[in-house]
Nanobody
Framework: VQLQASGGGLVQAGGSLRLSCDAS????????MAWFRQAPGKEREFVTS????????YYADSVKGRFTISRHNANNTVYLQMNSLKPEDTGIYYC????????????????WGQGTQVTVSS
């Protein structure tokens, strides 16, 4: 599976962005998908994930109620709708695929996308 993230950019605090992750490969629908992010000078962290089977979603506490992950298996795409953005949401956002459940560190990730930059100004 190859992953291509897009949709990042510069936005003011309180604004919204929608990230997309396009996947190649026929087995996309059988992978759990996630978004991680890495802020400058910090370790990469888990943001949200969605399972392949029932579409169950999980969110980091810092983004609950503001971010929404979704997937469209027919299009091999995962989305991250980000609302009410804050300056602390700034970072490089990576999409990831795994056949296992995601941890905070992402050590179980099978495939990473190349990342897309999100910058939120105050």
């Amino acid at each position: 599976v190859q992953l291509q993230a897009s949709g990042g950019g510069l936005v003011q605090a309180g604004g919204s962005l929608r990230l997309s992750c396009d996947a190649s490969g026929r087995s996309f629908s059988t992978y759990n998908m996630a978004w991680f992010r890495q802020a400058p000078g910090k370790e990469r962290e888990f943001v949200t994930s969605i399972t392949w089977s029932y579409g169950s979603t999980y969110y980091a506490d810092s983004v609950k109620g503001r971010f929404t992950i979704s997937r469209h298996n027919a299009n091999n795409t995962v989305y991250l709708q980000m609302n009410s953005l804050k300056p602390e949401d700034t970072g490089i956002y990576y999409c990831a695929a795994s056949r296992r459940a995601f941890s905070r560190s992402g050590v179980e990730v099978d495939f990473w996308g190349q990342g897309t930059q999100v910058t939120v100004s105050s």
